[in-house]
């Protein structure tokens, strides 16, 4: 029999262990709301922190770009494919986050997975936080350097590893801001660490830059560690599809540094560039993140994670005590209600699809295994009252829940 067959197998074996993942066709609607399959979700699922994905401005910028450029950028960026337009936002990028150059790339994912092996390969050493994003983590299995992964946050064990390791190159990769857990990663102590070794810092700040630091400059600026002081040896990459609410990614950093990655990253090289239309939304993005109107929309968004935190704090209601759901720390957009069970996070989950709301859960092996948990996503977009309901939404799950357990005591998670 061929091995194809065992595909099947493989496939049930997924939905044995509540791991099968499946994908909803969707239309926005206006608000943080979907509408999936005729049916209007309101949603905490994006990370579109801004709200910036739906945005007139940067709508009317795509407009007035397709008339300027046309659609399709022909090809990669070492050929004809970098426009005027992406040139322009690489400079606006770097001024952005206070470091002297910048490099624009169609993807955050292939950016990690291919600057990584640009940087370093056989014989070099990577040290990367175990909680790291697959494309950090790609990136170094790519680049067959030897790789030290230490526990979370665990700065006292990358210094110890970091001064066993005989290799002359050193790259430490992290999350800025860690994409399940959203706690922040300690810069400055990490920053140290590299002077302290010789060693080169890879951040990503997926969703740091646009809401982390002032104007929100991302969380390298937080750090304060961009500007005129910048370091030397940090190189900082953020995605563009995030909180600036449309697609790519880029890096920045010292001008050799750049330049060497300009040269040296296959999916720079042999990717046809992004399209300037993109290029001209995201320099529309750039321009309200850093106005008074990205100042607003942060403002707003704080005030939602305290709302939200509050109402899920021990004691604030006695279901959710009862339910034994850990909130995470965190300050970020990122707000994950630890569940622990595959099978459980699901059931919350559909407890809340059937009263009207989006929350992912989020399984292993995007979170260690016994960790599922709902990553709640807040947003600009939403409304002090979306997060009242989900709060009463969690309150009504959790209760639903305990009755359903004590109904049937005997194994039952789900
Ligand atoms: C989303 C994300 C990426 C990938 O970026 P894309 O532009 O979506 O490919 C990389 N790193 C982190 C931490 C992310 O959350």
């Avoid at 074996?13 to 791991?19: C, H, N, P, R, T």
Wanted: aromatic share 4%; charged share 20%.
């Amino acid at each position: 029999m061929s091995w194809l067959n065992e595909f099947d197998d493989r496939l049930a074996a997924l939905d044995a262990q509540s791991l099968r993942r499946v994908r909803r066709a969707v239309l926005p609607e206006p608000g943080a709301r979907l509408s999936v399959d005729g049916v209007s979700l309101l949603a905490f699922c994006s990370n579109d922190y801004l709200g910036l994905a739906q945005d007139p401005l940067l709508r009317q910028a795509v407009h007035t770009a397709v008339d300027r450029y046309g659609v399709g950028s022909g090809a990669s960026p070492m050929v004809s494919g970098h426009s005027v337009a992406n040139a322009a936002l690489e400079g606006e990028l770097a001024q952005a986050v206070g470091l002297p150059r910048a490099l624009y790339f169609y993807a955050g994912y292939a950016t990690n997975a291919s600057i990584v092996p640009a940087l370093v390969g056989e014989g070099d050493a990577l040290f990367s936080d175990a909680l790291n994003h697959a494309c950090l983590i790609d990136g170094a299995r790519l680049s067959k350097a030897t790789v030290h992964r230490y526990a979370h946050g665990d700065l006292a064990r990358l210094d110890a590893l970091l001064a066993a390791s005989p290799a002359r190159r050193k790259l430490v990769i992290s999350d800025a801001v860690f994409s399940m857990d959203g706690d922040v990663a300690d810069i400055a102590g990490l920053h140290a660490l590299c002077e302290r070794h010789d060693a080169l810092l890879l951040l990503d700040d997926a969703h740091g830059f646009g809401v982390l630091g002032p104007q929100g400059r991302g969380a390298l600026a937080a750090a304060g560690l961009s500007g005129p002081g910048a370091s030397p040896r940090v190189l900082y990459m953020a995605t563009l599809g995030k909180a600036l609410g449309v697609a790519g990614a880029f890096v920045a950093g010292p001008e050799r540094l750049v330049e060497w990655l300009l040269q040296k990253t296959r999916s720079y090289t042999y990717a046809t560039a992004a399209p300037a239309l993109l290029a001209e939304a995201v320099r529309a993005g750039l321009r309200c993140v850093l106005g008074t109107e990205g100042e607003r929309r942060r403002q707003h968004l704080r005030a939602l994670v305290a709302q939200l935190r509050a109402g899920l704090a021990p004691g604030a209601h006695a279901a959710l005590d009862a339910a034994g759901w850990a909130l995470l720390p965190s300050d970020t957009a990122i707000q994950p209600l630890l569940i622990g069970d595959n099978a459980a996070a699901l059931d919350v989950m559909q407890r809340l699809r059937e009263q009207g709301l989006w929350v992912p859960a989020i399984r292993p092996p995007t979170v260690p295994l016994g960790t599922a948990r709902l990553r709640i996503a807040l947003s600009a977009a939403h409304q002090a009252d979306d997060v009242e309901l989900l709060l009463s939404a969690l309150r009504h799950a959790a209760a639903g829940r305990a009755q359903a357990l004590a109904a049937a005591p005997q194994g039952v998670h789900a």
